[in-house]
């Protein structure tokens, strides 16, 4: 097994960064890593010589202060399942250097970042944008490793790395599940055993229902809060509160 190599020095990684030879890829996560995140980091090592996992939860694209301080940290943990999964490398970066502006620059997407997830979380996107073309700068990777779970912000991100001539090739990932049809998330832990027992009602309805308002009356029906469940191209989106915690999910239809 490779020896990882942790950074939380973006300067010293870029410099590291700079004497590697061979193809980068580049897995971006906010850390708490599950089976879904371990999925992307084995692609990559698969496809690359060099694999780098980012662990940063970005403030920028939370806009719900409790949700930021409540974003599960495991770090011991998520050390080990990058290296097991076959990362080379772990960059933790720190705000003021990941943010020397002070976040005064920031990359806008202003089409389908303002639908689904955007449209209930002002400037989500804006953040999520910016911190990932600041990460694809960083490690200059040849491939960067996205998650459909995350399918608006995946094909925000595609569309960004070609509006901006971005050369990392930007590869997506199917989403990863529990047994019972669950989306891994790292905010699944926080969820209460009668939660949990619950959730996997989420995808079920998904994929099962007729239409989107018939697929929100099953869920309203088992007291599941409903932000939004929508169409839109070929897929089904849905965000949903289960013991105030907020899950997403989509599916193709
Ligand atoms: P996060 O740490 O939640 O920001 O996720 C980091 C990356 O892992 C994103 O590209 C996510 O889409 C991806 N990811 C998270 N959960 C899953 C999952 N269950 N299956 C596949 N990819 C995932």
């Not at 890829?25 to 089976?35: D, E, K």
């Not at 080990?80 to 960059?91: F, P, R, W």
């Not at 925000?156 to 509006?163: E, Y």
């Not at 939660?195 to 009356?217: D, H, V």
Request: glycine content about 6%; aromatic content about 10%; some cysteine.
């Amino acid at each position: 097994m490779n020896k990882l190599l942790t950074f939380t020095s973006i300067s010293k990684f870029m410099q590291y960064r700079n004497s590697l030879g061979g193809s980068v890829g580049l897995i971006p996560t906010m850390g708490a890593l599950h089976a879904g995140h371990a999925s992307l980091i084995s692609r990559s090592s698969a496809e690359n010589n060099f694999t780098v996992v980012t662990i940063y939860v970005n403030p920028t694209q939370f806009n719900n202060a409790d949700d930021l301080k409540k974003y599960p940290k495991t770090w011991e943990a998520d050390l080990q399942l990058a290296e097991q999964s076959g990362a080379n490398a772990v960059l933790a970066p720190m705000y003021a250097e990941i943010y020397p502006d002070d976040y005064k620059f920031k990359l806008t997407e202003n089409d389908f970042s303002k639908m689904l997830c955007g449209a209930h979380r002002p400037g989500h996107f804006d953040g999520v944008l910016t911190v990932v073309m600041k990460l694809l700068q960083i490690s200059k990777a040849d491939k960067a490793y996205f998650g459909e779970k995350d399918y608006q912000q995946l094909q925000l991100i595609i569309s960004m790395a070609k509006a901006f001539f971005v050369s990392t090739e930007i590869v997506s990932c199917p989403t990863y599940r529990e047994a019972d049809g669950l989306a891994m998330s790292s905010r699944n832990v926080r969820l209460s055993s009668a939660g949990r027992k619950k959730a996997p009602l989420i995808f079920k309805t998904l994929s099962a229902a007729g239409t989107p308002e018939q697929a929100r009356a099953v869920l309203e029906k088992e007291k599941i809060k409903v932000e939004y469940l929508e169409d839109h191209f070929d897929r089904r989106f849905v965000a949903a509160f289960i013991d105030d915690v907020r899950l997403i999910d989509n599916v193709k239809i």
